[in-house]
Every structure is written in C-alpha cells, then in structure tokens.
C-alpha cells in the first residue's frame, strides 16, 4: 500500500483507529461524529460507520487494513471448527436417523468454520444499515466486511436489470456470497416471512421455501456444510415453536431425498428457548 505508514500494524487498536479515521473521511453526514476514547466505544464506532456506509468503491489502503482487523478479531473470539461441533447422536444419544449428520449450536454464527452460513436477508438484500442493530443481517455483515455488501449490491443491480429498477428478493429463494472476512467459506442469504398479523399456511409454506432453498443453493455449489440461523424469528416475528417444526421438517426431509449431499446441518440458536425447541424435536 503506497504511501500508508505502517508503523503499529500489528496492533488492533491502530488498525481501529485508522478506520474509523478513513470512513468519517468519506462520510459527509458522520465526519465530525465525536469517538469515544475507549475501544469498547470505537469499536461501535467503528462498525456504526461500516453498517451506514453505502454500496460504492472501496479504496484498497481500507480494504487491506479492514481485512486484518477482522482477521484478528475473528481469532479473538475464537474460530469454531466443525470437528469441535458435536453431532446430536454425540452430545444426547439422539435416535434420530439423521443424527450423524444434525447440529444443535448456541452462540454466535459468525464464529463458525463450516462451508456457508444461513442469513436472514431483507428483501433489498444488502445487509441492515441500522447502526450496531442486533439483527443477524447485521452480524454477519459486520463480521464479513464491506465486500459482503458490494457483492450484494451487484447482484441486485443485475437483477434489476433484469426484472425492472424496483426490484426486491422475493420470499423464500436463496442467493450465494463469499463470506469474506468469515471464518465460513460462502454466506447464503434468504429473505424470510415476516408475520404481522397471525400465522397463515402461506407464511409456513414460504418459510418451508427458505430452508428448501438454501439447502439446495448449498447442494448446487457443492457445499458439504451449513450452519442455519432461527430465520424469520427475531425482527420477523415467525413464532420460535412453529419455525422450528419447518426447520426440522424441512431438512430431515431433504435429507431423505438426497441423504449423500451434506456431511453436517447445524440448527444455530442465540437463545436457550429456541435451543430447547430443537432438543425437543431431535432427540
């Protein structure tokens, strides 16, 4: 990187710093935006800067230091593999007869070393512009870098090319990116149903679609692994019992068709309820 003094960058907090330094450059609306001292504080910063920046050309010198930085924090928070991941008939003794293959996890998705991770998209598909907002979509675009959000952007301009400038991705279908700055190879994004006003068969049906399809992007491009979130059940409101019944559902019965395609399904849950629904209906 021509010009860029170097000097501190093995240190996290440098790379922090020149960052947020960088985007407050190209933001016209948050250059003066004060930085607390502390790096709790920058950190939010920092990631507030990255979720509210828009699709564009990202200068090398920021890609570069953007990409060590995450590199590190990922290995701060620790890369879970999928060897250190237990199968349901290791951790319960699960009678299930796909239990070989089926994973309950609790934690964070963006630590996961598996072939794709599953996000829960919105329909303009390019990662959530609310600052620090504890939405997936947030996460894992956080965690995977701006690139995530500039290869979304691409394909939806050449689907608006396609299929007209207002263009939104439909419920229930599944796109595939690289994951970046991920410890997963591929992030594959679905856009869930949100529930407004009670549950419906169409609403369960279009769910049914989301986990349908990601399993069968992830089968098209030979990935013999996937961490799936609890789609559609924090910012959507799908009721945690009946979306948990489609998962289930829906990926033992895709099993059952092509029981050869995955070495490993992981059901990735935050909280200890929706762990509990998934240990109710796989043991």
């Known amino acids: 990187m021509k010009g860029l003094v170097m000097t501190g960058t093995n240190n996290q907090e440098y790379r922090l710093d020149y960052l947020i330094g960088k985007l407050k450059e190209e ?63 290791e951790q319960y003794a699960s009678t299930n007869i796909w239990a070989d ?22 329909s303009q598909m390019l990662g959530c512009f609310v600052p620090c907002h504890r939405c997936i979509d947030n996460a894992i675009h956080s965690a995977a870098g701006m690139q995530l959000r500039e290869e979304c952007s691409h394909i939806m301009d050449k689907k608006r090319a396609d299929y007209g400038k207002d263009y939104e991705e439909p419920v229930g279908r599944a796109v595939i990116t690289k994951g970046y700055n991920l410890p997963a190879e591929y992030v594959i994004h679905t856009v869930g149903p949100i529930v407004m006003h009670g549950l419906s068969e169409a609403l369960c049906k279009d769910l049914q679609n989301c986990y349908y399809s990601v399993l069968d992007c992830a089968a ?26 489609i998962a289930v559902r829906t990926v033992t019965g895709f099993l059952e068709q092509y029981p050869d395609t995955f070495d490993r399904i992981i059901f990735n849950v935050f909280k200890e309820t929706d762990k509990e629904l998934y240990e109710e209906r796989l043991m």
Not at 66 to 86: M, R, Y
Not at 107 to 122: E, F
Not at 221 to 234: L, P
């Open 27 to 89: 933001s016209v609306r948050y250059g003066n935006i004060p930085v607390s001292g502390d790096y709790g504080g920058k950190r939010r910063i920092l990631r507030s800067l990255m979720n509210i920046r828009v699709p564009g050309e990202i200068p090398e010198d920021i890609l570069t230091i953007q990409d060590e930085f995450l590199e590190n924090e990922a290995k701060e928070k620790g890369i879970v593999t999928l060897d250190s991941i237990p199968s349901i008939k």
């Open 101 to 122: 293959k089926l994973s309950i996890w609790q934690g964070d998705i963006t630590r996961l070393k598996t072939g794709a991770i599953v996000n829960a998209a919105n």
């Open 220 to 245: 098209e491009h030979k990935i013999r692994s996937v961490a799936f979130c609890c789609i559609s059940t924090g910012e959507f409101h799908f009721p945690n019992k009946e979306a948990a019944d």
